[in-house]
C-alpha cells in the first residue's frame, strides 16, 4: 500500500522529460539485470551435464545470480515510485537486497580462493572429453571397420544429397511403416538389388525405433541420387552417454529399454556408413549406402563375433 505518501513526481520540481529519464532507466535495469541471471541458469543447465562444475563456483553463481536478481528489483520499484508510493515493499526489496549482498560479499572471501581453480579444472575437463571423444571415435571406427562414424559437430556430418529431402516425423509405432515405404522407394529409384534395397529398409526401420522410443519421437529426412540413397534419423532425447557408447553400438543383445539390442547391431552390420552426433540435446544419424556395396576388409559382424544373416 502506498496510504501515506505520494508519488515521487510530485515531490519537488520534476518535468515529464526527466521522469522518463528515470522510469525508462530503472526499467531497463530490472529488465537486464533479470535478463542476465536466466542466461547464466540456462548455460548451466545446458553444459552441466557434460562439464561438471566446482561447489565453489556454483556456489559463486547462484549467490550472484540471487543479488543481481534482487538489485534488479530494486530499480523496479524506483521507477514505479513516480506513479505509486510503494514505499513500504520497496523497503522490503531493499532490506532482501541487502542480506543477499551481504552474504555474497562475506562468502566471496572464502569461495573465492577455491573458485579461483575453476577455469584450470574445467580446461582439463574439456580435455579430457576431447580425449575421450577422439579415443571413441578412433575404437568405434576400427571396430565397425570403418562403417560407424563419430561426430563431434554438425560439421563432421555428411554433406545432404538433396537440399530437399523428404521430411517425416515419427510420433508413433504406426509412422515407421511410412517410412520403410519411403526408403524403399528411394532403393527403386537409385536401382538397389533386391537385398541393399531391403538391407537399407531394416537399418531405417531399426533407427528410426530408437529415435521413437528412446528419444520419445523423431524426424527422418530421406534423399537420394542415381546410386545412394541417405537418410538422416534426428531425436530430441537425452543422447547416448560418452562412457555407454561402446556397448550401445557394438555389444549384440544389449538394451536399456527391454527389447531385443539387436538395432546398432544390424544397421552395422548392413549399411555402408553410419555418422553419429550425440549429446544432451539429442541425437543425429546418417545412414548412407551405395547401389553397389563394397567389399569390407573384415565384415562388421565378423570382427565382433557374429553374423545376423546366419
Not at 545470480?65 to 513516480?82: R, S, Y
Not at 538433396?162 to 537409385?190: C, Y
Not at 555407454?244 to 546398432?264: C, I, V
Request: aromatic share 8%; proline share 5%; hydrophobic share 45%.
Amino acid at each position: 500500500s502506498g496510504q501515506g505518501f505520494m508519488p515521487r513526481r510530485f515531490c519537488g520540481v520534476w518535468d515529464d522529460s526527466l521522469i522518463a529519464l528515470h522510469v525508462v532507466s530503472d526499467t531497463i535495469i530490472w529488465l537486464a539485470y533479470l535478463w542476465i541471471p536466466v542466461v547464466m541458469l540456462w548455460a548451466w543447465r545446458r553444459n552441466g551435464r557434460v562439464l561438471r562444475l566446482p561447489t565453489p563456483l556454483i556456489l559463486i553463481l547462484l549467490l550472484y545470480v540471487l543479488f543481481i536478481t534482487a538489485c534488479g528489483w530494486t530499480h523496479f520499484f524506483d521507477a514505479l515510485m513516480f506513479y505509486n508510493p510503494a514505499y513500504r515493499i520497496n523497503g522490503v526489496a531493499r532490506a532482501f537486497t541487502a542480506v543477499i549482498s551481504l552474504a555474497t560479499a562475506v562468502s566471496l572471501v572464502r569461495l573465492v580462493p577455491l573458485a579461483v581453480t575453476a577455469p584450470v579444472t574445467i580446461m582439463m575437463q574439456q580435455a579430457a572429453l576431447t580425449q575421450q571423444q577422439e579415443w571413441l571415435r578412433d575404437i568405434l571406427d576400427s571396430a565397425t571397420v570403418g562403417v560407424l562414424k563419430l561426430c563431434r559437430t554438425n560439421e563432421d556430418l555428411p554433406f545432404p544429397l538433396s537440399p530437399e529431402p523428404l521430411t517425416l516425423s515419427v510420433t508413433e509405432a504406426d509412422h515407421l511403416r511410412q517410412i520403410r515405404g519411403v526408403v524403399r522407394q528411394l532403393t527403386q529409384d537409385a536401382q538397389f538389388d533386391k537385398i541393399r534395397a531391403g538391407d537399407m529398409v531394416t537399418s531405417v526401420h531399426e533407427a528410426a525405433m530408437n529415435g521413437l522410443y528412446h528419444g520419445g519421437g523423431a524426424t527422418v529426412s530421406a534423399c537420394g541420387n542415381e546410386d545412394r540413397v541417405q537418410v538422416w534419423i534426428e531425436d530430441r532425447g537425452k543422447g547416448i552417454p560418452l562412457d555407454r557408447l561402446p556397448l550401445s553400438t557394438l555389444k549384440q543383445g544389449y538394451s536399456t529399454t527391454g527389447t531385443a539390442g539387436q538395432g546398432w547391431f544390424m544397421m552395422l552390420t548392413l549399411v555402408d556408413h553410419a555418422y553419429l552426433l550425440t549429446g544432451p540435446e539429442g541425437t543425429r544419424l546418417v545412414l548412407e549406402m551405395k547401389r553397389t556395396a563394397k567389399e569390407r576388409a573384415v565384415p562388421f559382424a565378423a570382427a565382433i563375433g557374429g553374423d545376423i544373416r546366419c
